[in-house]
């Protein structure tokens, strides 16, 4: 089987030794001689790469079956499989089509590598429309192992079915587009995620902090001002220009005109988003400016797009989750990415935006209204897009809810600060034993509701202890259990520290693997100032933190989100509305860890805590000591008299 070329340039070449490495004889057909001797320069060059990798057996072998010509017409004649790639100019791919269709052999299937002209339309300039499909790959095709297969208004089942099979023989994985849009399945959807960061840009915002968001946090592995630069800032405006003469409903923004105007195309012409010194520079994003924006707000509009896909029968949404993945790169597919978010959260983003831009296109698809009417949210809910295991339990106080592969723990006391009483321990053991116990369980995030992480042990608890043994059975049966189960517990914890997080709130961070803060959040141990003693802190929080932590233990000072980061209890400080955003992030990543490595990860520090266990049952008991003490008990009334602002409420 032969199988032709149409175009030698970056796409016509790639699509060419893709070819040629699936076992095709492939001929390449270019107007201009220098185009073809460049072409098969640049293919040579890549085969035997390959062939230093072991990757190939033989480059010869391979570049033995290429061939070139300038005679279309002649060239026609000989092939069984056609693959279209010159300019993307209607005129010039129908002229190409008119003269495949009079030269070809009547059963050989003409398809097109268009990524915005109707397949529909260039059919017509031929006299079998029905043969005639898109195959659209990517660049580079040798990396980008995925084809859309566009259907034209008169392609036949025939000719899809063929397509596939041809798809699959050159080792391309494919999505199929079912009717002809403009932009087909992955430029719709592109294009609206492209667009809202051009907006953003407009609004004040910087291309590397749009670019470090959907990098370091939605997984991406390029910036969107990036891949523009990369691909042609002059492509991108064609692109859109030419989809939008087609009926998509988009504004263009005024930045990427005067852009083109002003030669800033990119990579190519040294500046664009960015500034570059060589072509292939890669340009440096800081990792801090990523909590700048969500990168909900730049999805969202992308997210919404192939809603309207979806609905309209355009694709599937396993091939428009596919094509996300395998085409542009991302962790997992939009409407999945949608599901993790909150489809309720999405169209929240999308009204936002609309009262702010008042521009239609940000209407919210009538799918995504109907899914959240109904109360299908993503994982949050069980069911979004797709099914989700999800289960919720109240244990006492505290709320238990798994989100398919992970568990969000609750502290459920907001007037008292989520304090910790004898309910609210044993609920919180009872919690994360629950999530251990739990295979599809892969990491575990806790959290307080209302104002406040945890604001310590409930000092209406510890003033009604009668005698030593109440504050001995409060330890050794409420208290150190839950100790006990962090300390040895194997899978990872995720903290989302919202507000205060005093005593026993900051102490038991020190048992967490991942702490993220709130901006507002504030940290302390005031144990001193009841005449009482921080057990965790003292031995467990001198191994990790060191002589350091004795200025906290003795004078009960508060620590800011910035000081607590300084003092390595905080990893990470984000806005508060993105405080659980941030901690899905976070476990998205973990769930692709392995989970045996993971495992292996907790069982390692938990050896190092092993080591710390008798100090901790020295300091538990310390604190037993202290209980009957008049010091203890004029220190609970003197505090309580007092009440620093900061305990107000409980």
């Known amino acids: 089987m032969k199988v032709l070329v149409v175009g030698a340039g970056t796409m016509g070449h790639g699509i060419a030794e893709v070819c040629a490495l699936a076992g095709y ?16 320069t640049k293919i040579s060059w890549s085969v035997k790469k390959l062939e230093q990798k072991g990757k190939v057996k033989s480059s010869d072998e391979v570049l033995g079956r290429i061939k070139t010509s300038t ?3 002649n060239s026609a004649k000989e092939v069984d499989f056609v693959i279209e790639a010159v300019v993307e100019r209607t005129d010039v791919k129908k002229e190409v089509f008119k003269t495949l269709d009079e030269n070809c052999k009547s059963d050989v299937i003409l398809s097109t590598n268009t990524s915005t002209i109707p397949i529909t339309e260039i059919g017509q300039a031929t006299s079998r429309p029905d043969k005639v499909v898109g195959l659209h790959f990517f660049n580079p095709p040798t990396l980008i192992r995925l084809v859309e297969i566009i259907r034209g208004a008169q392609t ?25 849009v403009p932009g087909f399945l992955i430029n719709r959807i592109n294009i609206r995620v492209f667009v809202e960061a051009m907006r953003l840009l407009e609004e004040g915002y910087r291309p590397e902090e749009i670019d470090a968001a959907v990098r370091y946090r939605a997984g991406l592995p390029m910036g969107i001002f990036e891949v523009a630069d990369f691909s042609g800032v002059d492509i991108i405006y064609s692109v859109l220009k030419e989809v939008r003469e087609r009926g998509f409903a988009v504004e263009m923004p005024e930045i990427l005109e005067e852009m083109v105007e002003e030669g800033k195309l990119g990579m190519k012409a040294g500046r664009g988003f960015y500034e570059y010194k060589g072509f292939y520079e890669r340009v440096k994003i800081p990792k801090e400016l990523a909590y700048r924006i969500s990168p909900l707000q730049i999805l969202a509009p992308g997210i919404n797009e192939a809603a309207w896909l979806l609905r309209n029968g ?15 790169g991302y962790p997992k597919g939009i409407l999945k990415i949608a599901d993790a978010y909150g489809i309720d959260k999405v169209v929240a983003t999308l009204n936002i935006r609309k009262n702010q831009k008042k521009l239609d296109e940000y209407e919210p698809d009538p799918l995504l209204q109907e899914i959240v009417k109904a109360g299908k949210l993503g994982k949050k809910s069980g069911e979004g897009f797709y099914q989700w295991n999800h289960e919720l339990v109240d244990f006492g106080p505290v709320r238990y809810e798994k989100r398919h592969d992970h568990a969000i723990i609750t502290m459920r006391r907001p007037e008292k600060l989520n304090a910790l009483n004898e309910e609210m321990w044993i609920g919180l053991n009872k919690a994360f034993l629950k999530a251990q116990e739990d295979e599809d369980v892969r990491a575990v995030i806790i959290t307080g509701e209302g104002r406040a992480f945890c604001a310590g042990d409930d000092i209406a608890v510890m003033g009604s202890w009668k005698s030593l043994k109440d504050g001995i059975d409060f330890f050794e049966k409420i208290a150190m259990p839950l100790v006990y189960t962090l300390a040895y517990y194997e899978k990872p914890i995720i903290s989302l520290v919202n507000g205060n997080a005093f005593g026993g709130g900051m102490e038991l961070n020190m048992f967490f693997d991942i702490v993220i803060a709130s901006e507002d959040a504030t940290f302390s141990i005031p144990e001193g100032l009841i005449g009482a003693f921080p057990p965790i802190a003292s031995s467990l929080g001198y191994a990790i933190f060191g002589r350091k932590i004795a200025r906290y233990a003795l004078t009960g000072d508060v620590m800011s989100a910035e000081e607590a980061k300084e003092f390595g209890l905080v990893d990470l400080i984000v806005p508060k509305d993105m405080l659980l955003e941030v901690g899905m992030e976070y476990t998205d990543r973990i769930c692709q860890v392995a989970p045996l490595s993971a495992k292996a990860v907790k069982r390692s520090m938990n050896a190092i805590r092993e080591i710390f266990r008798n100090a ?35």
């Open 156 to 180: 036949s089942d025939e000719t899809i079915r063929k397509t596939i099979e041809f798809a699959k023989s050159i080792a391309m994985d494919y999505v199929l587009v079912e009717k002809d």
């Open 616 to 650: 901790m049952d020295i300091a538990a008991r310390e604190i037993e000591l202290l209980i009957p003490t008049e010091d203890f008990a004029e220190g609970m009334k003197a505090f309580v008299q007092r009440r620093r602002p900061e305990w107000k409420g409980r």
């Open 314 to 328: 355009i694709a599937t949404k396993e091939d428009i989750d596919k094509a996300t993945v395998k085409g542009m």
């Open 71 to 73: 005679d279309l017409a």
């Open 25 to 40: 004889d492939v001929l390449i057909t270019d107007i201009s001689e220098d185009a073809l001797k460049n072409a098969v």
